[in-house]
T-cell receptor, first 112, second 112 residues
Framework: DAMVIQNPRYQVTQFGKPVTLSCSQT?????MYWYQQKSSQAPKLLFH???????NEADTPDNFQSRRPNTSFCFLDIRSPGLGDAAMYLC???????????FGPGTRLTVL | QKEVEQNSGPLSVPEGAIASLNCTYS??????FFWYRQYSGKSPELIMF????GDKEDGRFTAQLNKASQYVSLLIRDSQPSDSATYLC????????????FGTGTLLAVQP
């Protein structure tokens, strides 16, 4: 089945220790997104890639970076996680911009 | 004014009843409207999308859109306890950003 896969599903890191979250997709979609979702809040868009074109939201902290080495994979790097970065990180894809977005299962990040 | 507004709930309905979830949006140029279901600790799952004024039915779910009133709703017929979740309304706004804007969601509780 075509799908969006995220690894790991649960990640525990220490304050200030870099962490990388990964997302892969078999849908062959052009657009990939990273969202952050905290408890009882709406998902908050961090970045998106339209093919290789990177788009950073204005309020995404500098601590967060992303890479998309090919169509199938996208990574979220958190350089120095703080306690406030503990959240669910969601990867989503869409065929084109403004198309329906499909979400992966998410990675729950805990910062100790 | 929030861009996409939903009543946070909880909305409690008895099993077998119709659950009615409502959403308003502020961008009159919005073209695409989505309902996602999110179980606690899980990622959003697409339930329905609607682009045109009127009703769209899929099984027990009906989405209703009224662009003049900037209002979109989701009806769930014959509600089941397994429908208990947070329902996120999301809108792709007008203009060039094509950004998906989420409401904070309505918690639905279906009582057996």
């Amino acid at each position: 089945d075509a799908m969006v896969i995220q690894n790991p599903r649960y990640q525990v890191t220490q304050f200030g220790k870099p962490v990388t979250l990964s997302c892969s997709q078999t849908l062959n979609h052009n657009v990939m997104y990273w969202y952050q979702q905290k408890s009882s809040q709406a998902p908050k868009l961090l970045f998106h890639y339209y093919d290789k074109d990177f788009n950073n939201e204005a309020d995404t902290p500098d601590n967060f970076q992303s890479r998309r080495p090919n169509t199938s994979f996208c990574f979220l790097d958190i350089r120095s996680p703080g306690l406030g970065d503990a959240a669910m990180y969601l990867c989503a894809t869409s065929r084109q911009k403004a198309d329906t977005q499909y979400f992966g299962p998410g990675t729950r990040l805990t910062v100790l | 004014q929030k861009e996409v507004e939903q009543n946070s709930g909880p909305l409690s309905v008895p099993e077998g009843a119709i659950a009615s979830l409502n959403c308003t949006y502020s961008d009159r140029g919005s073209q695409s409207f989505f309902w996602y279901r999110q179980y606690s600790g899980k990622s959003p799952e697409l339930i329905m999308f609607i682009y045109s004024n009127g009703d769209k039915e899929d099984g027990r779910f009906t989405a209703q859109l009224n662009k003049a009133s900037q209002y979109v709703s989701l009806l769930i017929r014959d509600s089941q306890p397994s429908d208990s979740a947070t329902y996120l309304c999301a809108v792709i706004g007008g203009g060039a950003t094509n950004k998906l804007i989420f409401g904070t969601g309505t918690l639905l509780a279906v009582q057996p």
